[in-house]
């Protein structure tokens, strides 16, 4: 059974970087849509960076310069980038592989 595995969460002061990454037991060569998430407490999960078709990737707004998306096809492995952490970024982070959800990790940035 194919599963995803999170990493890099935790704790850190507002301006800090973190680096998250998501392990694929399976291939992730011919997927096309890769992608995290998150969820704050009483909001609902958006959409924070993904890689589509071809290559491209998408950012939310509040996210577009300080985060970074990619890819790694031979470790099968997703990986964000976070950097000039905000408080409004304290969230569950979850990545998503086609279908297939992570299990979150915690994001919290203190001010």
């Known amino acids: 059974q194919v599963q995803l595995v999170e990493s890099g969460g935790g704790l850190v002061q507002a301006g800090g970087s973190l680096r998250l990454s998501c392990a694929n037991s399976?291939?992730?060569?011919?997927?096309?849509?890769l992608g995290w998430y998150r969820q704050a407490p009483g909001k609902q999960r958006e959409l924070v960076a993904a890689?589509?078709?071809?290559?491209?990737?998408n950012y939310a707004d509040s996210v577009r310069g300080r985060f970074t998306i990619s890819r790694d096809n031979t470790k099968n492995t997703i990986a964000l980038q976070m950097n000039s952490l905000k408080p409004e970024d304290t969230a569950i982070y979850y990545c998503?592989?086609?279908?297939?959800w992570g299990q979150g990790t915690q994001v919290t940035v203190s001010s």
């Open positions: 890689i589509i078709s071809g290559g491209q990737t």
């Open positions: 998503r592989i086609g279908v297939r």
């Open positions: 399976g291939s992730i060569f011919s997927i096309n849509l």
